[in-house]
């Protein structure tokens, strides 16, 4: 593992942990954020396209982003059926009351997206990039499904150099890896594999980089909590 790549094994490994997850995933990542989360969701939401535009949201996870996303046409992808399941319901049902169209789920990975090019309006990828076990290949494919001049919008926490990796892997490790257990009522929780997916993954410059390599212009990046959240924009090239 390290900061653009996870291992198959390891990354099965991870699935299986997110999925274990689900049921306190946003308590627990309320905690962890110190209830920054719904700020910072916020904020990925104010720089997507509005009005009428189509929406894919890489690594939806149980919903928690998706359910607040209105007056778009949006599409849901998470590699996990049981993902997909607990976030159908809940953000069907919180979007039919704001009369929204339903979501369309699909089950997919971002490194082999199953769009055609040149699909959407916009995309977005909340605490799952650092998931993604191909982190260039995956970017490569949201480019290819965005449409020219259409927008990226990603966030994940990343770290401004080692000795804030050390620090974050202490937090991440004893003060939530504690909070979490106690949540959970296990001592071998599965939030231990986020400490290993927070410890490897890279700083704010790496994917900078990283997007500007596989072809993204305009892009930018805000340190909205240092080893918190960092946000991520670029567009696709017009031409
Ligand atoms: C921590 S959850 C994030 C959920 C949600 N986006 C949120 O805002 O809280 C990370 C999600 O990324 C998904 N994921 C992991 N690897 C992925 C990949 N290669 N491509 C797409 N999604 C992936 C996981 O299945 C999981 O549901």
Known sequence: MDHETIGSEDWDELILNLEATIPVYDRINRFATIGQVDKWRRMVRARLPSEDAKILEVGCGPGSFAEDVSGVDLVCLDPSVLMLEAAKPRVNSKRQERGDSEVEFVQGKAEELPFEDNSFDGTCSLFSFRDWYDKRAGLGEVLRVLKPGAKVVIVDPAKMNRIHGVLGWFW?????????RIICGVKDHPWKWLTKT???FGTTRDYVRMMEDVGFENVAAKVVFPGMATIWEGRKPES
Do not use: S
Request: without cysteine; glycine residues 8%; charged residues 10%.
């Open 198 to 200: 927070y410890v490897t």
């Open 172 to 180: 991440m490790r004893f003060w939530v890896g504690a909070y979490a």
